[in-house]
C-alpha cells in the first residue's frame, strides 16, 4: 500500500517527508496526490500549499506546458 492510500483509508496524515508526493500541507494529509483530488485550485492556492508565491505557480505552470507541448509536436 503506497502512503498516500494509507491516508485515504486511515484519514490520517503521512508522517514519510522523504515521500516523493510529500508536501507540508496538513489540510492535504501531507500528500501531493490527495491536494490534486480537490479539484481544479487557483495559482493563490496552490502556492499556499506549496509555501511559494501565486507567481512562482505561474512561471512553473508555463515551463511544464512548454516541455508538454513541445513533447505533443513531436508525437503528432
Known amino acids: 500500500m503506497k502512503c498516500f492510500e494509507a491516508q485515504v483509508t486511515y484519514s490520517t496524515p503521512c508522517k514519510k517527508n522523504e515521500c516523493r508526493y510529500w508536501i507540508n500541507s496538513p489540510g ?20 499556499e500549499i506549496f509555501g511559494i508565491t501565486r507567481m512562482r505557480v505561474c512561471q512553473i505552470e508555463k515551463k511544464i506546458l512548454k516541455k508538454i507541448s513541445s513533447f505533443i509536436e513531436n508525437e503528432i
Open 28 to 47: 492535504n494529509y501531507n500528500c501531493t496526490i490527495l491536494a490534486s483530488r480537490d479539484g481544479p485550485m487557483t495559482l493563490q492556492q496552490i502556492g
